[in-house]
């Protein structure tokens, strides 16, 4: 049972639009979400996170968007740069002390020029 | 941004042969540390949770006869296969959050393990 989902497993993007990602959750007990981005044969990098108690969050060009009544969030990005293209996972947790994430299975988001 | 080193990055070995993978935290102090693995297109899988001088708690299906994990410091956990088969041949990633709650994990560059 896929509690996170990302139901797009690729994304094309033409340079300088807007990238935007998916991600929809089944547990309403989930009250912290969180986006990395990961290339090739590395670690996932931490992008932005979003608590419960907010709608949106912005940092630079990614901004998070939650909507606690449909369980859906997003992640946009604007304007999109090469640099961009990489796999983006949607992650949640319900606030144990351990923190441990649920992760969806990814979106391949691909820049082109 | 904090900093998680993970080595070695790429291991090659026979079948049998046990293999020890380490994961710091170099300017943080890492109260938890996660184990995951990536099988190709496939999502990180948590294998085990450890929090610093406290026995991992391992996933299901996760054998801690096969996978030891070993939290002995804040800044350092070390993961074992041991005695390595085929079958272990995969991306292993560490993880590590602190020292307070409600901090994002910080991931290292992973170990790519190939058995022969």
């Known amino acids: 049972d896929q509690q996170v989902k990302q139901n797009s497993p690729s994304l094309s993007v033409q340079e300088g639009r807007i990238s935007i990602l998916n991600c929809d959750y089944t547990?309403?007990?989930?009250?912290?979400f969180l986006w990395y981005k990961k290339y090739p044969a590395e670690g996932p990098t931490f992008l932005i996170s979003?608590?419960?108690i907010k709608d949106k969050n912005e940092d630079g060009r990614f901004t998070v968007f939650l909507n606690k009544s449909a369980k859906h969030l997003s992640l946009h990005i604007v304007p999109s740069q090469p640099g961009d293209s990489a796999v983006y996972f949607c992650?949640?947790?319900?606030?144990?002390?351990?923190?441990?994430?649920?992760w969806g299975a990814g979106t391949k988001l691909i820049i082109k020029p | 941004g904090a900093v998680v080193s993970q080595h070695p990055s790429r291991v090659i070995c026979k079948s049998g042969t046990s293999v020890k993978i380490e994961c710091r935290s170099l300017?943080?102090?890492?109260?938890?540390m996660f184990w995951y693995r990536q099988f190709p297109k496939q999502s990180l899988m948590l294998m085990a949770t450890?929090?610093?001088?406290?026995?991992?708690?391992?996933e299901q299906g996760v054998e801690k006869d096969k996978f030891l994990i070993n939290h002995a410091s804040l800044t350092l956990s070390t993961l074992t296969v041991t005695s390595a088969h085929p079958e272990d041949s995969s991306f292993y990633i560490c993880?590590?959050?602190?020292?307070?709650?409600?901090?994002?994990?910080?991931f290292g560059d992973g170990t790519r393990l190939s058995i022969l």
């Open positions: 547990n309403s007990m989930f009250d912290y």
């Open positions: 993880s590590a959050t602190g020292p307070t709650d409600n901090q994002p994990q910080h």
């Open positions: 450890s929090n610093e001088g406290s026995k991992a708690t391992y």
């Open positions: 300017d943080f102090q890492a109260t938890t």
């Open positions: 992650a949640a947790s319900d606030g144990d002390s351990n923190y441990q994430l649920i």
């Open positions: 979003i608590s419960s």
